[in-house]
């Protein structure tokens, strides 16, 4: 982009398309899980040149960040806390299920009250329900076994199908 066009193209941007992501799912309470595309190159931060540098500035990181502290208030209380998930994120999938727990979050009512130890396991049991990696690159289509169809519209789908034979 011509350096006389970049002011014109950041206020429009910022005044009519605005995709401030984070801001739309603040405002969002159902269920929500993050796909990143684990050798994602357009998605990123910072242009590195190794993978793992361009994973640690992909998108989807810092959207993480803002949704746990949003939806949970109180979990992210320290600089620690952020970075904790941030460790979690540079891991590739399979050493996050041995080195993490991985099982249901049990939420107390005030996670303000949480002692650290908690609030880390808890970070690390909400990063394995709301986040995942897809092995592929950005123009990959997502596999199908990512889409959770609700139970509501396969018991619709199903009533549509008897009602018709």
């Not at 460790?87 to 050493?95: A, I, M, N, R, V």
């Not at 808890?122 to 986040?131: A, D, G, P, R, T």
Request: glycine share 2%; hydrophobic share 40%; charged share 25%.
């Amino acid at each position: 982009m011509p350096a006389m066009m970049r002011s014109l193209v950041h206020y429009t941007i910022r005044k009519y398309f605005d995709l401030s992501i984070a801001k739309y799912v603040h405002k969002y309470s159902g269920p929500l899980l993050f796909i990143r595309r684990w050798d994602d190159e357009i998605i990123i931060t910072e242009d590195l040149m190794d993978a793992t540098g361009r994973r640690a500035s992909n998108r989807a990181n810092e959207l993480l960040i803002s949704f746990l502290g949003a939806r949970y208030p109180g979990l992210l209380q320290k600089k620690a806390d952020e970075d904790h998930v941030r460790e979690w994120l540079e891991l590739d999938p399979q050493s996050r299920i041995i080195s993490f727990n991985t099982s249901e979050p049990k939420i107390p009512k005030n996670l303000m009250e949480a002692s650290q130890d908690r609030r880390l396991v808890l970070i690390e049991q909400l990063c394995n329900k709301h986040f995942v990696d897809f092995e592929a690159s950005h123009n990959v289509p997502l596999a199908s076994l990512f889409f959770n169809i609700p139970a509501a519209v396969v018991i619709a789908e199903e009533m549509v199908k008897e009602s018709k034979s």
